[in-house]
């Protein structure tokens, strides 16, 4: 460990305990989501389960709940909802990672977890330079920088971060979201037979690759895997204007299904979709966990989208990462359904009995609080069904159209809005309440939408609303949490 890296460990230990007192006050902290101990919180990095250890590491930005020098913080489970902290991982400790470590991910290999990070060099205006870097650990808690693997190649700008890393047969795959000289996002692939020595194979995906025209300016976080024997390539463009429903948030989060061909290096794949519909949802990563599952993690913000209007900033931090998610294909889409741990912070069923309401508004006896999953079956529907929470976040449903509504974080006075529209009706809705937060699961997690939510801190009641005669079944549980320690 260089003397730079222990000055800026205790530079961030310092910063937590002084502001311990004032973040921890906070009524908007969370009960089941990860979020900083100070600072800013952004994407999910490195997930992966070695010797039956999720660890997870995600960006950090001790001192600001700004954007700045990122740190990889660190947290490892047995069990996905049981956690500790661990030390932080990496700082931006060296020349070529000095203004921020960025995001990366995870790999074993010869009994060592390999971490692959983006080290970022900030200029006037943006990153002078981002290179792909390595850092290696016996132990899964002391790493030790490699230095530079993989500088940006000719033809990119110097927009080129974000290295997820899998082995194929006998080599070993990096894709990195990159930008070209000429402003367009694309999905870059490398080979490697060492991890050390890496050969450039060009993009696999892009604007202006295959059929794809003009599909924003820059791909942050692409991680590509197989999955129910379809290959997936996730990727959040940024540039994309709006249309209709879809593209709502400043950048998206979405994936391509299709045909990876390592040998030729292309990637033959089918039109876009979005991962979530929520005000909040980017930078998703996954990993295959030892039981053979596709596991996901989120972050719970957008990269400048009012981030700085949340109010969590006056008690000095800001965002958290979602639930983890399993994946699954259905032969035309993902799937994202919580995985079942969680059904281990649930208390005993509160709630469970059908309930039918016609043209009218009323709270269901026992559904209340804001740490809470409920589970909701449409039995019967003629018109419009609604679900108002805590006086501050509508979902809606009418026509085939569902709709998450809430007050807009600049301007309160205003209410903004997110929609998908469902092939099929509404069926069922799985709702995980925290807080200061809401992941709606539809039609068995066929759409997803994740959000922050702001409600006054006393407020819990749910208040349900028919037009025409709607049946519905209710459960309800009390979650307790994750355990720290």
Known sequence: ??????????????????????????????????????????????????????????QWMPFDTD?????????????????????????????????GV?????????DQLHLFYTGNIEGEDGPEAEYQCLAVSRDGLNFEKKGVIIETPNGYSSHFRDPKVWKKGDRWYMVVGAQTEDKQGKAVLFRSKDLYTWEHMGPIAGGHEGKLGEFGYMWECPDLFELDGTDVLMVCPQGLEAVEMDYANTYQSGYFVGQ???????????????????????APQTTRDEKGRRILFGWMGVPDQYEQAHPTVEHGWIHCL?????????GKRLIQTPVPELAHMRGPVLMHSSITIE????????????????????????????????QYASLSYKDHVVTLSRPHLEDRSKTEFRRVRLEEGLKDLRLFIDQSSLEIFINGGEEVFTSRIYPQAEEEHILFTSLGATTFTVEKWDLKGYEYS
Do not use: C
């Open 322 to 330: 979602t639930i983890p998610r399993e994946l699954k294909w259905n």
């Open 67 to 99: 954007h700045g020098a990122k740190y990889w913080g660190h947290y490892t489970s047995e069990d996905l909802v049981n956690w500790k902290y661990e030390e932080i991982a990496l700082t931006p400790s060296d020349w070529y990672d000095k203004d």
């Open 1 to 58: 460990m260089s003397k730079q890296d222990k000055k800026l460990r205790k530079k961030v230990e310092t910063e937590i305990q002084e502001h311990k007192q004032t973040v921890e006050s906070d009524t908007y902290r969370q009960n089941y989501h990860h979020m900083p101990p100070v600072g800013l919180m952004n994407d999910p990095n490195g997930l992966i389960q070695w010797e039956g250890t999720y660890h997870l590491f995600y």
């Open 260 to 282: 990876w061909d390592e040998t030729a290096g292309t990637f033959q794949h089918e039109d876009f979709r979005e991962l979530d519909r929520g005000f909040e949802f980017y």
């Open 102 to 110: 960025y995001s990366g991910s995870a790999i074993v290999h010869n």
């Open 359 to 390: 043209n009218d508004q009323k709270a269901v006896r026992g559904v209340q609080g804001r740490s809470m999953e409920l589970n909701i079956d449409l039995e019967s529907l003629e018109d419009m069904f609604a679900i108002e929470l805590f």
